[in-house]
């Protein structure tokens, strides 16, 4: 009977069992992956994990007690040498099961074991998750406040970006202070062509205003003079036509009476 079972025999006896599991261990190491069944691929998680944790530790001892368990003096050295390198900041849960579908034959569940830390494709996908810092405040137990770790660094970097604006906006305000500067100093000296403005408007002669001068002033007395005539032509026209009009309004009264 099957009471109190606590572990999947594995359809086998204990020793076969031990020896399944130590050479499964044992390719594991070596070859970093190896395709199984799941049920055998969970019964193996569980033999194998302690073993790397215990390979942690690099003593005579710890090398003795993974050699009674591998009983294969290349793994041993292979895992001591090349694996807990790899895995020296990992806490724990150093494999992974993925599985593949069924095999043909009977139907078993079958999967993929690995290392993970020797899975370059995933490690590449995977987000780095940022280092945290966890304080308990008050009384009683409450929730755990997660706070971002400041590092010099980042301090430093904040510092020498905050120069950077200071500095900017320094460059800036020099600058706005030279436009000014500039645009006073053109309004203060208007320069020879307002020099030129200012003298003609002062009556100061000019080449323009000497030619002008040269006209001969009999011309303009002649046209003066044509002027005058026109003026009193016209003058002595709307008169005449006035004279007329009253006369006639005058004939259109008496008419009327």
């Known amino acids: 009977m099957r009471h109190g079972k ?52 690099d003593t005579t001892h710890s090398r003795r007690v993974v050699f009674s368990y591998l009983n294969d003096k290349d793994s041993v050295k292979t895992l001591f040498d090349e694996v807990v390198g790899k895995i020296a900041e990992r806490p724990g849960g ?22 993970v830390d020797y899975n370059e494709l995933l490690l590449e996908d995977a987000p780095k998750k940022a280092k945290t810092r966890r304080s308990r405040r008050g009384k009683g137990g409450t929730a755990d406040k997660v706070e971002s770790k400041v590092t010099p660094e980042t301090e430093e970097a904040t510092e020498v970006g905050q120069e950077e604006v200071v500095e900017d906006e320094v460059v800036t305000v020099e600058e706005d202070v030279e436009d000014k500067k500039v645009e006073d100093s053109a309004s203060e000296d208007p320069g020879p062509e307002a020099d030129a403005t200012n003298d003609v408007a002062l009556g100061e002669p000019t080449e323009e205003a000497e030619v002008i001068q040269e006209v001969p002033s009999e011309e303009l007395k002649a046209d003066a003079e044509q002027a005058t005539e026109e003026l009193s032509t016209e003058e002595a026209e709307d008169s005449s036509q006035n004279a007329s009009d009253e006369k006639e309004e005058d004939k259109d009264k008496d008419a009327e009476k």
């Open 94 to 115: 150093y494999t992974r099961i993925l599985k593949t579908g069924n095999r043909l034959g009977d139907h078993a569940d079958m999967c993929i074991i690995e290392l």
């Open 6 to 57: 606590k572990f999947n025999h594995l359809g086998r006896t204990a020793p076969h069992r031990k020896a399944m599991l130590s050479n499964m261990a044992t390719s594991l190491i070596m070859n970093k992956r190896i395709s199984t069944t799941v049920a055998k691929a969970k019964a193996l998680r569980k033999y194998v994990e302690p073993i790397l944790t215990k390979a942690k530790d």
